[in-house]
């Protein structure tokens, strides 16, 4: 372990050092003063590192060891869906031809990345069950708003534009109701029941002539399947919504259910969970959207087709079209890497997937229903979420439970979310885990458990074993420091 | 099934099955009405094994004309520039790429600590206070700061420069849509943003100017006077600006920028397509609680050893639901990433010497295309773009250049008709003097 402070780039500056090798000019040479007005000439060079490549190198191979990925170890981060990121993905993301290829491109110079745009669409409507799939958004809460534009602009289209309400479960991620928001609309947040599960009557209830759409995750955050959805759905086209469906849990579904036949009128996936996208440390994602087909007129411009000649085309004559979303198509690099992954596995495969994924769930919500609270005991699907209200009456909160599996390798799992359960801890082992590691976390979780009865302040003082302790969030937040600078300027200020 | 990505073996299934108390793993989706149980298999694809799918890929990518093996003068916002090799090493290191958003800070320095630095770097080229940990890209950037104007200043009017990238633009008007703010275009007069015509549309309703520096046609706008007719009317004014321009430009945080936004793509991210590319967004102090995005922060820990944490949350989706002031969540943490260490690699020395050469090579083209009896429209000052009167329909030429190797400029009628047969040139550090010479050469020697 290391106890000195990590050194920022910034401090390994030696001025006259380079990192970098461009060829030599070789054109005629000017004076910036000749060819630019003076005032726009910087005067002052932009701070930024003097270092050599080695140095560079060590620098992030230091930070690299400092950070947990899904390579290092397992990490049951509820409702993130972190499976193994297969590396054939990685390989075939940087082939030339998909690499380096620029979005503005003739269209006849592109076909092979315009065909696998179109297979990979289809494929997703099949999966989903949809009528037609844009690749556009380029995450999934972008693909919310992307979709609530879209049933904006039908019930706008339709006479309808009063319609300014979105129901939301208050079980819901919250980039749920702040899409809502920025597409115009006001949110109704609805309690899920006794059972966990949407309130029947509660949505009953809000519905109404101003209701635009439902926004429901299904299954929900709790990692249980709303069985009522036929009904809910009904009661939402009854009055005249919509109904979204969250794709964030779609690893849950896969070849059981599929949102099209479940009654939703659109759907986001995202790419970057079920569909392998590696998640970057925070990004980038995809979120494509999919549509049933009374929405297909308004979906973002412009549209992916087949010609009947077999060449495939960018359709932008769209007259409905609620307009761009993203400039040029979405995530590609991501795209890729999820038809790769859908190439990888087939049919069968996907199934696999998602039996594997609920069983793995299953199984670690049995071995530690004993030793945390569950506060929604019936079979759950890819996730399932434990209260840690018991070790909080012994003084350990859940945050506690949450650092000390920090010393055992594990990232931790999901905490306080879903917002409807105490000391919330929410665990998505994924299909990609073997038994042994499943096993190996359950026994650290009843350690802890163990812990917080016979010595309490190991869990209340843990991690132990980290590059550094808990830090003081409140110190960063009140007098925040966003960026590096210069020692002296900071004197001289 | 047996599967390289599914470990569970069928003993492990069968204990697994018995300790959940259930002989089937049908029984854990009873819950699933009957009624909308799907059937059967996805009529997908069946599964490739590794080596034939590589195989397949490798020949789909090879239908593809890329900017590697041919010559590119493609720009209006994605650019082929010199990648650091060093940049796919570091973000090809697994703990950084299957990792995710920082939540937990003890185990995630190294990503926090990048972020930082990322926006150390940010702040520095642009000349604002703080930078975020990246948005989308630039288009989606340039319309969150649009909406901040919006909500920052209660007005409900954007002026957008018609220099600004088309599709940026779109992407404006569409976020702008959904919360009922009005879009109005300010003209252009020579290839940059008419002043005069500004006066003449600002008004008290005007929550924010946004102009591009440079701007869509390469050339570089003068921001200060249309910053402070901005400020006279107590609007926020909103830069879009290509940050490798800023190695050697004034960067818009002197020069009046209230937000910078904009796409770190040159800075070792490639192409790809359009995407992931990697969306920055730079602010003044004052609009440090109005930004979207993640926010990372140094502190201590118990011990006073310095730390990063995710800091300022109590803007975003997770805490304040549908007051958030965006709904962003995943970003672009790994491209944020792969720029940073561009930017480390060129650094202070490299990002001036890279730019520069923008500066001058397409200087070089200018005056080549000009000897050889183009009109190069538009006068004033360029960055890495200039815009050539062809004679020709430019997509029709642009067929003819690809089969010599060349990946001809943006067909600026496509966009503005007034501007048919005219293409946007860009030429970057990495164009010789001869790839220029022969581009000139093939468009002049270009019959129909
Ligand atoms: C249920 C759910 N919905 C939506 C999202 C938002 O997705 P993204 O982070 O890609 O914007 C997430 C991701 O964290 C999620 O878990």
Redesign the pocket.
């Known amino acids: 372990m290391n106890n000195e402070n990590q050194t920022l780039i910034f401090e390994i500056t030696k001025p006259g050092r380079i990192g970098y090798n461009l060829e030599p000019l070789d054109v005629p040479n000017f004076d910036l003063e000749e060819l630019i007005p003076s005032n726009l000439v910087r005067q002052e060079a932009a701070e930024l590192p003097e270092v050599s490549e080695l140095d560079i190198m060590r620098h992030y191979t230091a930070l690299s060891r400092r950070n947990h990925g899904v390579d290092s170890g397992f990490y049951p981060l509820g ?2 869906t972190m499976k193994y990121n297969p590396k054939i993905n990685e390989t075939v993301a940087r082939f030339s031809g998909f690499a380096n290829i620029h979005p503005l491109q003739d269209e006849s110079t592109v076909q092979g990345a315009m065909e696998l745009l179109y297979d990979l669409q289809t494929s997703l409507q099949e999966i989903t069950g949809m009528d037609e799939v844009t690749l556009q958004p380029a ?4 693909g ?1 708003w992307t979709a609530l534009m879209m049933i904006r602009a039908f019930h706008e289209a339709n006479g309808e534009g009063h319609r300014n309400k979105v129901i939301v479960p208050d079980s819901a ?1 919250g ?2 109701p702040a899409s809502a928001t920025v597409a115009g609309f006001e949110t109704i947040t609805i309690k899920s029941g006794e059972d966990g599960l949407v309130d029947l009557e509660d949505l009953r209830r809000v519905v109404g002539p101003d209701t635009a759409a439902l926004m429901l ?1 299904n299954p929900n ?1 709790l990692g249980l399947f709303e069985e009522n959805i036929i009904e809910m759905a009904n009661i939402v086209h009854g009055v005249g919504g919509k109904v979204y469906y ?1 794709g ?2 779609l690893n849950a579904v896969m070849s059981k259910a599929r949102p099209g036949d479940m009654g939703f009128d659109c759907v986001h996936l ?1 790419l ?1 969970k079920t569909f392998t996208g590696p998640h970057g440390g925070g990004g980038p ?1 995809s ?1 494509p959207v999919g549509v049933k087909a009374d929405l297909i007129p308004f979906l973002p411009k412009p549209v992916l087709v087949k010609k009947e000649d077999g060449t495939y085309h960018f359709d932008y004559n769209r007259p409905q079209s609620i307009g761009r979303v993203k400039p040029y198509y979405g995530n590609f690099g991501i795209n890729v890497r999820a038809y790769t992954y859908i190439r990888t596995m087939g049919p069968d495969g996907l199934k696999a997937v998602t039996e594997y994924a609920v069983l793995n769930a299953n199984y670690m919500m049995r071995r530690l229903e004993e030793h945390y609270d569950l506060p929604y005991n019936r079979h759950c699907k890819h996730e399932f979420v434990l209260s840690g209200r018991r070790q909080k009456k012994l003084g350990v909160r859940t945050l506690d439970i949450a650092k000390r599996l920090l010393d055992f390798g594990y990232h931790p799992p999901t905490v306080y979310f879903p917002l409807n359960v105490e000391e919330g801890i929410m665990i998505e082992p994924t299909e990609t885990e073997s038994k042994e590691t499943l096993d190996a976390f359950c026994d650290a979780m009843i350690q802890i458990a163990q812990e917080t009865i016979d010595n309490s302040a190991l869990v209340q003082e843990a991690p132990h074993t980290t590059v550094v302790n808990r830090l003081d969030e409140t110190r960063a937040a009140r007098t925040p420091v966003l960026r590096y600078k210069k020692q002296e300027q900071v004197t001289v200020s | 099934m047996k599967h390289r990505y599914l470990p569970m073996t069928e003993q492990d299934k069968q204990e697994m099955l018995d300790r959940v108390g259930v002989a089937t793993i049908d029984e854990l989706f009873a819950d699933i009405p009957e009624k909308v149980r799907f059937q059967g298999n996805y009529n997908i694809k069946p599964a490739k094994s590794e080596a034939a799918l590589m195989k397949e890929l490798l020949q789909l990518a090879g239908k593809n004309k890329d900017t590697a093996s041919n010559v590119s003068f493609l720009g209006a916002g994605v650019y082929n520039h010199y990648k650091p090799v060093i940049v796919d090493h570091v973000i090809s290191r697994s703990e950084f790429y299957t990792a995710y958003t920082p939540y937990q800070p003890e185990i995630s320095q190294g990503e926090l600590q990048a972020i930082f630095e990322f926006q150390t770097m940010i702040a520095e080229l642009t000349g604002m206070d703080i930078a975020n940990s990246s948005m989308y890209d630039g288009g989606t950037a340039l319309a969150e700061a649009g909406m901040l104007a919006a909500g920052h200043t209660r007005r409900k009017k954007l002026l957008v420069s018609g220099a600004v990238h088309p599709e940026y633009k779109d992407v404006v008007t569409m976020y702008a849509y959904g919360q009922s703010i009005d879009v109005v275009t300010i003209p252009t007069k020579d290839g940059v943003t008419d002043v005069e015509a500004l006066k003449g549309l600002i008004d008290e309703q005007t929550a924010g100017v946004i102009v591009q520096y440079p701007n869509f046609f390469g050339q570089i706008e003068n921001l200060q006077p249309l910053a402070d007719i901005t400020h006279e009317a107590k609007g926020l004014f909103i830069v879009s600006a290509n940050p490798l321009a800023l190695g050697v430009l004034t960067p818009p945080g002197k020069l009046g920028a209230d937000i910078t936004v904009g796409d770190a793509q040159p800075f070792g991210i490639s192409e790809a397509f359009g995407g992931p590319h990697c969306g920055y967004f730079a602010v003044t102090t004052k609009l440090m609680r109005k930004v979207p995005g993640r926010l990372v922060g140094e502190t201590v820990d118990q011990d006073g050893r310095r730390g990063y944490v995710l800091t300022l949350q109590a803007r975003e989706q997770h805490i304040r639901r549908d007051k958030a002031t965006s709904n ?3 970003n672009q943490a790994l491209l944020a990433l792969a720029s940073s260490v561009a930017m480390t690699a060129l650094g202070k020395q490299g990002m001036q010497e890279m730019a520069k050469q923008n500066i001058v090579k397409t200087r070089y083209a200018k005056n080549a295309f000009e000897a050889a009896g183009f009109e190069v429209v538009y006068k004033g000052a360029h960055f890495n773009e200039i815009v050539v009167n062809t004679k020709h329909n430019v997509t029709q030429l642009n067929k003819a250049l690809i089969e010599k190797g060349i990946i001809g400029g943006f067909d600026l009628g496509r966009v503005y008709p007034e501007l048919e047969n005219h293409a946007l040139i860009a030429v970057t550090e990495i164009r010789t003097k001869e790839e220029i010479d022969a581009l000139v050469a093939e468009m002049g020697a270009y019959n129909e």
């Open positions: 409702s993130c995450a999934g809460a972008h919310e991620h980039t749920n995750t955050t969250d964030a849990n995202n970057h994602g979120g | 962003i969540c995943s």
